[in-house]
């Protein structure tokens, strides 16, 4: 099955600063591949997603970059704000199979003001 | 917050006993989705249905059980034989496309042994 590694798992950065989240993931077949955002006490909420046909997408602040020969894909956040403190989680899964998500084990984001 | 419920939100269990989380959706989803999360370890799979009267285990099923009886339903019970059942467990479900649209998740149960 599918092995999704994440790092750091915590990272605190200063407000309007940049944060990223790496993961790495293990099967060459994967070709979907979302981030979650979990806030406090809340449900994990998609954040933004990424297929394999594209190496990078863009939505206002977030991006994230893939680079399939490397097997890896990270999250940037820029000019971070206090309301974007939470534990993100990224996940990876392929089109054919039990169309199931696995998961990073998290990254706690720490935005000072 | 429609679509997918979770309940109840806090749950006590006594050692020795089963317990029943509920999970209901509106979606129309096919898929659903048992996750335990435990502070450090990101969200483990529990079981998982494609379809009705369908389910497979995933990474950790032992001590828990699952029915698919109806499309918008999928509760986990928590058996006895689950040592370490303490943990807060989220109810997910997809189009049975995953690849597509990623999942909802409910908001979330928190069980507590006591």
């Known amino acids: 099955g599918e092995n999704v590694e994440q790092h750091p798992s915590t990272l605190s950065v200063q407000e309007g600063d940049s944060a990223v989240i790496k993961c790495t993931y293990s099967?060459?077949?994967?070709?979907?591949f979302p981030w979650y955002k979990q806030e406090l006490g809340k449900r994990p909420q998609l954040i933004i997603d990424?297929?394999?046909?594209?190496g990078e997408k863009k939505d206002q602040r977030i991006a994230v970059t893939l680079n399939k020969t490397a097997k890896h894909f990270s999250l940037h956040i820029t000019e971070t704000q206090p309301e974007d403190s939470a534990v993100y989680f990224c996940a990876a899964s392929w089109q054919t199979g039990a169309n199931n998500l696995f998961f990073g084990t998290g990254t706690r984001l720490t935005v000072i003001p | 917050d429609g679509g997918i419920t979770q309940s109840p939100k806090y749950l006590f269990r006594k050692e020795g006993q089963n317990v029943t989380l509920s999970c209901e959706q509106n979606?129309?989803?096919?898929?659903m989705y048992w996750y335990r999360q435990d502070p450090g370890q990101g969200l483990r799979l529990i079981y998982y249905s494609q379809i009705v009267n369908d389910f497979q285990k995933g990474d950790i099923a032992e001590g828990y059980s699952v029915s698919r009886e109806k499309k918008e339903s999928f509760p986990l019970t928590v058996t006895s034989a689950q040592k370490n059942p303490t943990a807060f467990y989220l109810c997910a479900s997809s189009t049975g496309t995953a690849y597509l649209f990623g999942y909802t998740f409910g908001s979330g149960t928190r069980l507590t042994v006591v």
């Open positions: 099967d060459s077949a994967s070709n979907y």
């Open positions: 990424i297929r394999s046909n594209v």
């Open positions: 979606l129309n989803h096919d898929a």
